[in-house]
């Protein structure tokens, strides 16, 4: 029995483990990789997935860094069964025709652009056409019946807490003279507590476990902690009659923040003339699923929606689907509550919420959720003074605020806590969807409290498990490839440098207008690795900082 990390090994997207069994090829997710232009490459090259050879995928939950390479595994030849829970299909639609949106509408800009150099038009990671083929195959399966995918796989579906839907997934594995294998896949763990879901479920067996690490470095603060600092920016922006901004995913944290603004308002505490705008569509739809499968909540949310209440739709509540809606927004006179994607502010409609606002003394930004390095939020959380939005530089005068308890991970004393229910001894760890610096810290306070045996595995690497609870690691000589070749980054850069300077004659003799045109961007490009010396060098006083502390 053999697996391979094909995502989410010391990085956060693109979860998938594939596996080799008794004969079976089979995925645990297939995430989307986000990030770099490096990363995302992977979602072109699906070599290594050999979808046409692929016999089933179980997908965790329907986050899109946990499901949304499927369209592109069924245009490339899968055509085997796919099992979630009831509610992770019903997201499995919304989600992935939205991402599929976005592949054609990514596909079109850069065909315009391609097309009009005389290239061939791009083509889009996947179409709606492959979302359709993809859901065709999706089989649900409740909570904790066990089923067989395959013989000799048995299989259980946990609730994970994380998301509504979100699985721990449970594998038995028989192999040679009636011998298990017991596999444990956390997914992305929840919190205990937290708003909506219920608490996660707990194993007590494992002999290999798969353990998501997001914040593995760190805990987060309460509910009602949270709940009052989202009330001080509220108040804040309104005291001034500017605007909140919460850059909140479609998909379980803009519906945590509504049960939370819906909890404000029946405590009295909320402006009742300061509008809220859910201001976009695939979170709306989200909401309205939220809604339909409320018997999945936890018992405190069940009881709203069993009395006739709706905790998801509050007074003063705007939802703001078509465009011209959205754009209507920065138009509107006063205070008001504005819920965008993307989470991240990297896309979708709050970057222009964003442009219209970040530069106002008065206004609030209010993060709900984990930023990803080099993402727009992740800039600004960190104290970036200037940020480009929509291809303009502009200064953060706004309010930042950073509310960790919004987090639908476990925190890393939650974590622990959790590992705490496994009552064997001997079992091996591997740690996965988290960054490799918090990773290491959460391995080293696994191996004191439990004396688990902790592996922290890389992208590409395959490991076979055997037996008695060993594995052998094989590390992929591919892995090479993707590291940064500096030397020819530099060569390259002086080599252009001393060739602009060779034409500095030729320069001088053009046009006025085209002189300007060209210094312009040459400082332009001078003013990009300046930020990259200033980011290498804030990297540098961080580690003089923790060399300190050690």
């Known amino acids: 029995m053999k697996v391979r990390f094909l995502g989410a090994a010391r990085g956060v997207t693109g979860s998938c483990y594939m596996m080799e069994a008794n004969g079976q090829r089979f995925a645990v997710d297939c ?12 979602n072109w090259n699906v070599k290594v997935y050999s979808p046409d050879k692929l016999d ?23 055509s085997g069964r796919v099992f979630a829970t009831p509610p992770t299909i019903d997201l499995l639609e919304i989600m992935l025709k939205d991402s599929a949106y976005i592949q054609e509408m990514e596909a079109e800009w850069k065909s315009k652009q391609q097309t009009r150099h005389g290239n061939t038009p791009a083509d889009p990671l996947y179409t709606q056409a492959d979302v359709e083929r993809a859901l065709r195959l999706v089989t649900h399966v409740e909570y904790n019946e066990e089923f067989l995918p395959c013989p000799g796989v048995q299989t259980l579906f946990k609730d994970a807490g994380h998301i509504l839907g979100s699985s721990i997934i449970e594998l038995r594995i ?18 205990p507590n937290q708003l909506l879901m219920r608490n996660p479920s707990y194993s007590e067996v494992a002999d290999f476990l798969f353990l998501e690490s997001t914040y593995g470095n760190r805990d987060h603060k309460d509910e009602d902690q ?8 509220v108040n804040f922006s309104f005291q001034h009659g500017q605007k909140v901004i919460i850059p909140a995913f479609a998909l379980e944290r803009t519906q945590e923040v509504l049960f939370s603004l819906y909890l ?29 499968h409320y018997r999945y909540f936890d018992s405190k949310t069940r009881n709203f929606f069993t009395t006739g209440e709706d905790p998801l739709r509050l007074p003063g509540l705007r939802l703001t689907e078509s465009p011209r809606d959205s754009m209507s927004i920065n138009s509107y006179k006063g205070p008001a509550i504005i819920i965008s994607a993307s989470g991240m502010a990297n896309a979708g409609r709050v970057k222009h919420h964003l442009r219209h606002n970040i530069w106002k003394k008065g206004a609030s930004i209010v993060f709900v959720g984990f930023q990803a390095k080099g993402t727009p939020g992740r800039k600004i959380v960190d104290g970036a003074k200037m940020i480009r939005i929509l291809g303009e530089e502009l200064a953060v005068k706004a309010r930042v605020f950073t509310i960790n308890g919004f987090s639908a991970h476990a925190g890393q004393s939650q974590i622990l806590e959790w590992l705490s229910y496994f009552q064997n001894h001997g079992m091996k760890i591997f740690l996965t969807h988290g960054e490799y610096e918090n990773q290491q810290i959460l391995a ?24 008695g609870r060993r594995f052998e690691a094989r590390f992929d000589p591919k892995r090479e490839l993707f590291k940064v070749n500096w030397d020819y980054v530099f060569s390259d850069l002086e080599n252009k440098l001393q060739l602009l300077r060779k034409n500095q004659g030729q320069l001088s003799r053009m046009g006025w207008s085209d002189q300007v045109d060209i210094r312009d961007e040459t400082l332009e490009a001078g003013t990009i690795l300046s930020k990259v010396i200033a980011s290498v060098n804030s990297e540098d006083v961080k580690e003089d900082e923790q060399t300190e502390n050690k």
Request: include cysteine.
């Open 31 to 42: 995430g989307l990789h986000q990030g770099n232009s490096e990363i995302e490459k992977r």
């Open 56 to 78: 089933f995928i179980l997908i965790t939950h329907a986050h899109i860094d946990h499901c949304g390479l499927l369209p592109r595994l069924v245009r490339e030849g899968f």
């Open 174 to 191: 028989f192999e040679e003279k009636d011998k298990k294998v017991k596999l444990v896949f956390s997914g992305d763990l929840g919190r």
């Open 226 to 233: 949270s709940r009052e600092e989202l009330l001080q920016a």
């Open 264 to 292: 404000l308002h029946r405590e009295g505490r909320l402006p009742d003339d300061m509008p809220i705008f859910l201001d976009s569509p695939l979170a709306i739809r989200a909401t309205q699923i939220f809604s339909k």
């Open 444 to 467: 080293n306070l696994i191996r004191e409290k439990f004396d688990h045996e902790v592996h922290i595995p890389d992208y590409l690497e395959e490991c076979i498990l055997k037996t």
